[in-house]
């Protein structure tokens, strides 16, 4: 099963995770100083915010996937639909790993669809929409 993910950058963590914290009824199940991710079942969301990434706002939607074959399914829809990507293996991003692949919509919206490997201890900049992957694309 798949989980709709949305990164948004914020100005101030703190006040943003009281709002996110009462909007959702449940703090977020990871937190760091810079960085903050609530993993939801209902509704069946990743949602990350950080300080870290470009201009205030959303930064990027994604779709995260539970397995590897699940994420080459994805990736191989966007390949079909002609679609030009960047596929990331073994990429460190917001204190995990795992493999990905970035893409535009028509509209210019970044989308990364992803499978997590497992955690790191650090923030962890992969090619992303804020370092020049879907520049890339363009």
Request: glycine content about 10%; proline content about 4%; aromatic content about 8%.
């Amino acid at each position: 099963m798949k989980r709709v993910h949305i990164n948004i950058t914020v100005t101030d963590l703190d006040r943003s995770v009281g709002f996110y914290t009462t909007l959702f009824g449940t703090g977020p199940t990871v937190l760091k100083q810079d960085y903050a991710k609530w993993m939801l079942e209902d509704p069946r969301l990743n949602l990350s915010i950080s300080t870290r990434c470009g201009s205030p706002g959303v930064d990027h939607l994604g779709i995260q996937t539970e397995s590897a074959d699940e994420l080459d399914t994805l990736a191989g829809r966007l390949k079909a639909a002609g679609e030009r990507h960047v596929d990331q293996a073994d990429a460190n991003c917001c204190y995990a790993r795992g493999d990905k692949t970035w893409v535009f919509d028509p509209e210019g919206v970044a989308w990364e669809t992803f499978h997590t490997t497992g955690a790191i201890t650090h923030y962890g900049e992969d090619l992303g929409p804020e370092t020049g992957a879907p520049a890339v694309l363009a």
